[in-house]
């Protein structure tokens, strides 16, 4: 649901065009973190140290495209001198923009893992220990793919619910950690491939950080406020007073 | 010399004021988007406060209703399109508008407690109290000194030459303006650059120690150095004094003041801490227009 109308165009229009360019710079980068991510994963499904070492090559595409961003943003500022609905515009991008790249280098350790695993011809892990690590990435993905669909619609209701399923990714995470310590009582042997395993699940779990942080600056984008580091009742609240006014 | 200043003042209000078109006749694209003024229009010190004033030239209604506190030590902005009543309200503030056979102002404007539209109330003593700069400078034909003594003089400030001496150099360090003319305070205030000008007018109204210092876009005309110093010196003067300024320039109004009032067609639109209106506007109109979108 979009909460409210695309603005009317600056009468400057060449402001309009660098602020299009920018959103296309964050949809792109958006767009790589996600695939590195996936691709990240499915290295690991298939045992496929290779791939694993192009995705960790990759990353320094985002790398480039988050300092891009950066200039392009700080000439915008200089250059146009935005206030109000435009400010909070272009720090949004600049805060989405530094989460993105973030994502990249949580991806970036989804592959370590596989390299670790599939790389070093020592024993294998049993699969069921990476058990939790598809779904994990799935809702991660899924989170920060819905968390940019809310900045493009400044759609405040679905970005409550990303922040909402931040709670249900950390469960997982914890859920996870319960049953990794399994396999470590019945073998410690397997220690080794558990700190990666549990280094690749933290991984996961703040890729869902970063989502619910994206949410988070839509929130400010559209109201304003600062919602950060308020609680999700504070925010629901938040939400409703935006929508009354 | 004294009517000569007011007359001179007052053509240039009227000069301003036709070339922005008094009401806007332009504007009418958004009316029905105005409402009710938003935000607190009221401050827990006011030094001035407007209650339901009008001002009509002859039959056409330039400023609607609008209520205002101007706050004790404060900067506040009136901001707006050409023709919004900004420079219009500004005036009615030392009731500059007088002057203009054709124009009426209804509704109340104190002055701490008093009725500054009292039938008894002087508006000479009164525009001293509330002084006003101009857009352009407009210093007296006459030597830097005497453009500050002239004020004190006529209102019996200083009864010695040593005062009056005090006053010239208080009122010129005021304005940040003694050490570039304490050695040539003879020769002519119009042989000054425009920033030193407008100085100089800035020393000349604080020179008879007003309350409220009105300032019609002041650095409009200013070079962007000599506007950084005229912002500098506006921050300084709102230690001793309540200052409200028209701009046209939206990082002007973010700059220096620590109120902003957005007009638009007569309205008050919204008032609120500069902050705020800057960050987080609460009306469309006046999102739009501080973004660049029309105005």
């Known amino acids: 649901m979009s909460e409210e109308k695309k603005p009317q165009g600056h009468t400057m229009q060449r402001f309009d065009a660098e602020m299009e360019e920018l959103h296309r710079l964050t949809a792109l980068i958006d767009d790589k973190v996600r695939r590195q991510l996936m691709d990240a994963v499915d290295t690991l499904r298939n045992e496929d140290a290779d791939a694993a070492r192009a995705v960790i090559n990759r990353d320094e595409e985002i790398n480039d495209l988050d300092v891009e961003a950066d200039d392009e943003l700080i000439r915008l500022i200089a250059k146009r001198q935005p206030v109000a609905k435009d400010l909070r515009d272009i720090m949004t991008v600049g805060k989405i923009v530094t989460d993105l790249e973030r994502v990249g280098d949580e991806a970036r350790k989804i592959a370590r893992l596989t390299i670790h695993l599939y790389d070093n011809h020592g024993s294998s892990p049993n699969s069921q220990m990476l058990r939790d690590i598809p779904r994990m990435a799935e809702m991660g993905q899924k989170m920060v793919?819905?968390?940019?669909?809310?900045?493009?619609?400044?759609?405040?209701?679905?970005?409550?619910?990303?922040?909402?399923?931040?709670?249900?990714?950390?469960?997982?995470?914890?859920?996870?950690?319960?049953?990794l310590s399994t396999f470590i009582m019945e073998d410690a042997r397997s220690v080794g491939h558990m700190v990666e395993i549990v280094l690749a699940l933290r991984a996961l779990e703040r890729i869902g950080g970063h989502?619910?942080?994206?949410?988070?600056?839509v929130i400010f984008l559209v109201t304003g406020r600062d919602v950060r580091h308020a609680d999700l009742n504070a925010i629901a609240r938040e939400i409703f007073e935006a929508r009354r006014s | 010399m004294s009517s000569t200043t007011v007359d001179e003042e007052v053509l240039m209000a009227e000069?301003?004021?036709?070339?922005?078109?008094?009401?806007?006749?332009?504007l009418g694209a958004r009316a029905d988007e105005i409402g009710a003024t938003v935000g607190d229009y009221t401050v827990d010190k006011p030094r001035m406060t407007?209650?339901?004033?009008?001002?009509y030239y002859e039959d056409k209604r330039a400023i609607m209703d609008v209520n205002?506190?101007?706050?004790e030590n404060q900067v506040i902005s009136l901001i707006g399109?050409?023709?919004?009543?900004?420079?219009?309200?500004?005036?009615?503030?030392?009731?500059?508008?007088?002057?203009?056979?054709?124009?009426r102002v209804t509704g109340e404007i104190k002055l701490d407690d008093q009725d500054i539209y009292d039938k008894k109330m002087d508006v000479v003593p009164l525009r001293a109290q509330v002084g006003m700069v101009f857009q352009k400078p407009n210093p007296f034909p006459k030597s830097i000194y005497?453009?500050?003594?002239?004020?004190?003089?006529?209102?019996?400030?200083?009864?010695?030459?040593?005062?009056?001496?005090?006053?010239?150099?208080?009122?010129?360090?005021?304005?940040g303006l003694w050490e570039e003319v304490k050695d040539r305070l003879d020769e002519a205030g119009t042989g000054l650059s425009g920033g030193q000008q407008q100085r100089l007018c800035i020393a000349r109204t604080i020179s008879v120690s007003p309350e409220v210092i009105l300032m019609d876009e002041p650095c409009s005309a200013l070079d962007p150095i000599a506007t950084a110093v005229v912002e500098e010196l506006i921050d300084e003067l709102r230690q001793h004094f309540t200052i409200a300024i028209v701009t046209h320039s939206m990082q002007q109004a973010a700059r220096v003041s620590q109120r902003t009032a957005y007009f638009h067609l007569g309205r008050l639109v919204e008032v609120g801490p500069t902050d705020e209106i800057f960050t987080n506007p609460v009306h469309k109109l006046t999102e739009d227009y501080i973004t660049g979108r029309f105005g």
């Open chain 1, 145 to 179: 793919a819905d968390a940019m669909a809310c900045f493009k619609d400044r759609d405040l209701e679905r970005a409550v619910d990303v922040i909402r399923r931040d709670f249900e990714l950390r469960d997982e995470f914890k859920s996870a950690l319960r049953h």
């Open chain 1, 211 to 217: 989502g619910k942080n994206i949410a988070g600056y």
């Open chain 2, 15 to 26: 000069e301003i004021e036709s070339k922005e078109g008094v009401g806007g006749a332009d």
């Open chain 2, 50 to 55: 407007a209650r339901g004033v009008n001002v």
């Open chain 2, 68 to 71: 205002l506190d101007i706050a």
């Open chain 2, 81 to 103: 399109p050409s023709g919004c009543g900004k420079s219009t309200f500004l005036r009615c503030l030392n009731r500059m508008n007088d002057t203009i056979d054709v124009c």
């Open chain 2, 146 to 175: 005497e453009n500050i003594a002239y004020g004190p003089r006529i209102h019996g400030l200083a009864r010695t030459k040593d005062e009056m001496d005090e006053i010239v150099e208080v009122s010129l360090r005021r304005a």
